[in-house]
Protein backbone atom coordinates (compact mmCIF):
# COMPACT_ATOMS: atom_id res chain seq x y z
CA UNK A 1 0.00 0.00 0.00
CA UNK A 2 1.21 3.56 -0.61
CA UNK A 3 0.38 6.43 1.11
CA UNK A 4 -0.02 10.09 -0.85
CA UNK A 5 3.01 12.49 -0.28
CA UNK A 6 2.24 15.58 1.55
CA UNK A 7 1.86 18.88 -1.00
CA UNK A 8 3.97 21.86 1.19
CA UNK A 9 0.64 23.90 0.97
CA UNK A 10 -0.35 20.55 3.37
CA UNK A 11 2.89 21.27 5.29
CA UNK A 12 2.71 24.59 5.27
CA UNK A 13 -0.89 25.36 6.62
CA UNK A 14 -0.16 22.67 9.75
CA UNK A 15 2.81 24.72 10.38
CA UNK A 16 1.09 27.76 10.19
CA UNK A 17 -1.53 26.52 12.39
CA UNK A 18 1.06 25.76 15.42
CA UNK A 19 2.75 29.40 14.66
CA UNK A 20 -0.63 30.48 15.24
CA UNK A 21 -1.45 28.56 18.63
CA UNK A 22 2.14 29.80 19.69
CA UNK A 23 0.68 33.70 18.87
CA UNK A 24 -2.72 33.29 21.09
CA UNK A 25 -0.32 31.95 23.84
CA UNK A 26 2.07 35.06 23.55
CA UNK A 27 -0.86 37.44 23.66
CA UNK A 28 -2.05 35.94 26.59
CA UNK A 29 1.61 36.04 28.36
CA UNK A 30 1.86 39.77 27.96
CA UNK A 31 -1.99 40.16 28.85
CA UNK A 32 -0.68 38.39 32.58
CA UNK A 33 2.22 41.00 32.75
CA UNK A 34 -0.09 44.02 31.53
CA UNK A 35 -2.15 42.89 34.51
CA UNK A 36 0.80 42.55 36.98
CA UNK A 37 1.91 45.95 35.81
CA UNK A 38 -1.84 47.08 37.04
CA UNK A 39 -1.47 45.16 40.39
CA UNK A 40 2.00 46.61 41.16
CA UNK A 41 0.54 49.85 40.23
CA UNK A 42 -2.31 49.34 42.99
CA UNK A 43 -0.11 47.84 45.58
CA UNK A 44 -1.88 44.31 45.14
CA UNK A 45 0.77 42.06 46.15
CA UNK A 46 -1.45 39.29 46.15
CA UNK A 47 -2.82 39.70 42.57
CA UNK A 48 0.72 40.32 40.97
CA UNK A 49 1.61 37.13 42.34
CA UNK A 50 -1.31 35.44 40.68
CA UNK A 51 -0.56 37.24 37.55
CA UNK A 52 2.77 36.10 37.67
CA UNK A 53 2.41 32.24 38.03
CA UNK A 54 -0.36 32.55 35.39
CA UNK A 55 2.55 33.91 33.07
CA UNK A 56 4.88 31.60 33.81
CA UNK A 57 2.42 28.74 33.43
CA UNK A 58 1.67 29.67 29.77
CA UNK A 59 5.71 30.12 29.05
CA UNK A 60 5.31 26.53 29.79
CA UNK A 61 2.74 26.05 27.38
CA UNK A 62 4.59 28.38 24.63
CA UNK A 63 7.75 25.95 24.72
CA UNK A 64 5.83 23.08 24.73
CA UNK A 65 4.33 24.52 21.19
CA UNK A 66 7.76 25.52 20.04
CA UNK A 67 9.19 21.94 20.44
CA UNK A 68 6.37 20.86 18.71
CA UNK A 69 7.13 23.67 16.00
CA UNK A 70 10.76 22.18 15.44
CA UNK A 71 10.13 18.50 15.27
CA UNK A 72 7.36 19.16 12.51
CA UNK A 73 10.00 21.26 10.82
CA UNK A 74 12.71 19.05 11.70
CA UNK A 75 10.24 16.37 10.31
CA UNK A 76 9.56 17.67 6.58
CA UNK A 77 12.96 19.10 5.79
CA UNK A 78 13.34 20.24 3.07
CA UNK A 79 9.68 19.74 1.53
CA UNK A 80 8.97 23.12 2.87
CA UNK A 81 11.07 25.53 0.97
CA UNK A 82 9.76 28.40 3.70
CA UNK A 83 10.96 26.41 6.95
CA UNK A 84 13.83 28.96 7.89
CA UNK A 85 11.00 31.85 7.89
CA UNK A 86 8.87 29.73 9.86
CA UNK A 87 11.44 29.08 12.71
CA UNK A 88 12.57 32.39 12.56
CA UNK A 89 8.81 33.46 13.55
CA UNK A 90 8.80 30.96 16.48
CA UNK A 91 12.08 32.36 17.88
CA UNK A 92 10.53 36.11 17.83
CA UNK A 93 7.82 35.25 19.36
CA UNK A 94 9.32 33.17 22.14
CA UNK A 95 11.97 36.38 22.46
CA UNK A 96 8.55 38.12 23.37
CA UNK A 97 8.01 35.87 26.33
CA UNK A 98 11.41 35.53 27.15
CA UNK A 99 11.55 39.41 27.19
CA UNK A 100 7.81 39.48 29.13
CA UNK A 101 9.37 36.73 31.78
CA UNK A 102 11.87 38.83 32.53
CA UNK A 103 10.00 41.87 32.95
CA UNK A 104 7.20 39.94 35.50
CA UNK A 105 10.66 38.42 37.41
CA UNK A 106 11.72 42.11 38.16
CA UNK A 107 8.26 43.28 39.18
CA UNK A 108 7.93 40.30 41.68
CA UNK A 109 11.32 40.51 42.79
CA UNK A 110 10.25 44.42 43.82
CA UNK A 111 7.39 43.03 45.41
CA UNK A 112 8.55 40.43 47.25
CA UNK A 113 10.70 43.07 48.80
CA UNK A 114 8.55 45.52 49.54
CA UNK A 115 10.05 47.78 47.49
CA UNK A 116 7.59 51.12 47.34
CA UNK A 117 8.01 52.09 43.66
CA UNK A 118 6.94 55.46 42.42
CA UNK A 119 3.21 54.88 41.38
CA UNK A 120 2.84 57.64 38.73
CA UNK A 121 6.23 55.84 36.58
CA UNK A 122 4.43 52.60 37.42
CA UNK A 123 1.19 53.81 35.94
CA UNK A 124 2.97 55.08 33.27
CA UNK A 125 4.33 51.94 32.87
CA UNK A 126 1.27 49.89 32.92
CA UNK A 127 -0.49 52.15 29.58
CA UNK A 128 2.96 51.34 27.55
CA UNK A 129 1.98 47.12 28.59
CA UNK A 130 -1.23 48.29 27.55
CA UNK A 131 -0.52 49.62 24.03
CA UNK A 132 2.41 46.61 23.85
CA UNK A 133 -0.41 43.81 24.79
CA UNK A 134 -2.88 46.07 21.60
CA UNK A 135 0.11 45.38 19.30
CA UNK A 136 0.76 41.67 19.88
CA UNK A 137 -3.01 40.94 19.77
CA UNK A 138 -2.87 42.72 16.08
CA UNK A 139 0.15 40.71 15.53
CA UNK A 140 -1.61 37.55 15.94
CA UNK A 141 -4.54 38.46 13.85
CA UNK A 142 -1.97 39.69 11.04
CA UNK A 143 -0.68 35.62 11.32
CA UNK A 144 -4.05 34.31 11.74
CA UNK A 145 -5.12 36.68 8.22
CA UNK A 146 -2.33 34.75 6.20
CA UNK A 147 -4.62 31.40 6.43
CA UNK A 148 -7.62 33.29 4.47
CA UNK A 149 -6.50 36.60 3.50
CA UNK A 150 -2.65 37.61 2.74
CA UNK A 151 -3.57 41.68 1.62
CA UNK A 152 -5.22 41.65 4.87
CA UNK A 153 -2.13 40.61 6.76
CA UNK A 154 -0.06 43.15 4.89
CA UNK A 155 -2.62 45.53 6.08
CA UNK A 156 -2.51 44.61 9.66
CA UNK A 157 1.43 44.65 9.70
CA UNK A 158 0.97 48.68 9.21
CA UNK A 159 -0.75 48.97 11.93
CA UNK A 160 1.32 47.03 14.26
CA UNK A 161 4.33 49.45 12.99
CA UNK A 162 1.92 52.21 14.10
CA UNK A 163 1.52 51.44 17.81
CA UNK A 164 5.77 50.01 17.72
CA UNK A 165 6.13 53.90 16.76
CA UNK A 166 3.87 55.23 19.45
CA UNK A 167 5.27 52.71 22.06
CA UNK A 168 8.90 53.63 21.37
CA UNK A 169 8.08 57.34 21.86
CA UNK A 170 6.17 56.73 25.15
CA UNK A 171 8.90 54.33 26.39
CA UNK A 172 11.24 56.56 25.55
CA UNK A 173 9.59 59.83 27.38
CA UNK A 174 9.36 57.70 30.66
CA UNK A 175 12.99 56.59 30.24
CA UNK A 176 14.30 60.42 30.73
CA UNK A 177 11.12 60.87 33.29
CA UNK A 178 12.43 58.43 35.21
CA UNK A 179 16.20 59.67 35.15
CA UNK A 180 14.97 63.26 35.66
CA UNK A 181 12.90 61.86 38.64
CA UNK A 182 14.63 62.06 42.86
CA UNK A 183 14.28 58.25 42.66
CA UNK A 184 16.92 56.04 44.39
CA UNK A 185 19.66 54.41 42.25
CA UNK A 186 17.84 50.94 42.79
CA UNK A 187 14.56 52.34 41.32
CA UNK A 188 16.06 54.36 38.61
CA UNK A 189 17.78 51.21 37.54
CA UNK A 190 15.05 49.49 38.22
CA UNK A 191 12.00 51.21 36.12
CA UNK A 192 14.38 52.03 32.93
CA UNK A 193 15.06 47.91 32.72
CA UNK A 194 11.48 47.68 32.53
CA UNK A 195 10.51 50.23 30.18
CA UNK A 196 13.25 49.25 27.63
CA UNK A 197 12.04 45.48 28.16
CA UNK A 198 8.81 46.91 27.19
CA UNK A 199 10.14 48.79 24.14
CA UNK A 200 11.71 45.60 23.15
CA UNK A 201 8.93 43.66 23.10
CA UNK A 202 7.44 46.41 20.72
CA UNK A 203 9.90 45.85 18.60
CA UNK A 204 10.04 42.39 18.15
CA UNK A 205 6.30 42.78 17.40
CA UNK A 206 7.46 44.22 14.40
CA UNK A 207 9.95 41.86 13.32
CA UNK A 208 7.16 39.15 13.64
CA UNK A 209 4.84 41.21 11.14
CA UNK A 210 8.04 41.29 8.74
CA UNK A 211 8.50 38.03 8.75
CA UNK A 212 4.89 37.24 8.06
CA UNK A 213 4.53 39.49 5.02
CA UNK A 214 7.75 37.47 3.82
CA UNK A 215 5.50 34.38 4.35
CA UNK A 216 2.40 36.37 2.62
CA UNK A 217 4.68 36.99 -0.30
CA UNK A 218 5.45 33.37 -0.80
CA UNK A 219 2.50 31.47 -0.14
Known amino acids: MTFPIETEATIK ?8 SQARTIVEIVRELALMVDSVADRKGKATK ?3 AGMLKLIEENDK ?3 TL ?6 VGSLLISREDFLLLMFRM ?21 WKLDKRHIERLSKILSMVLTEVTRMKETLHSLSF ?8 SRVVEELERKIDTDSRNLEFEILSG ?20 ADLGVEVVDLIRVLALTA
Open 70 to 75: LEEVAS
Open 50 to 52: EHY
Open 65 to 67: LRT
Open 149 to 156: DRDKAVEL
Open 182 to 201: KLSVNEVLLLRDMAERAERI
Open 94 to 114: SSIADYAEALGFRLMGATERN
Open 13 to 20: RRILEVCQ
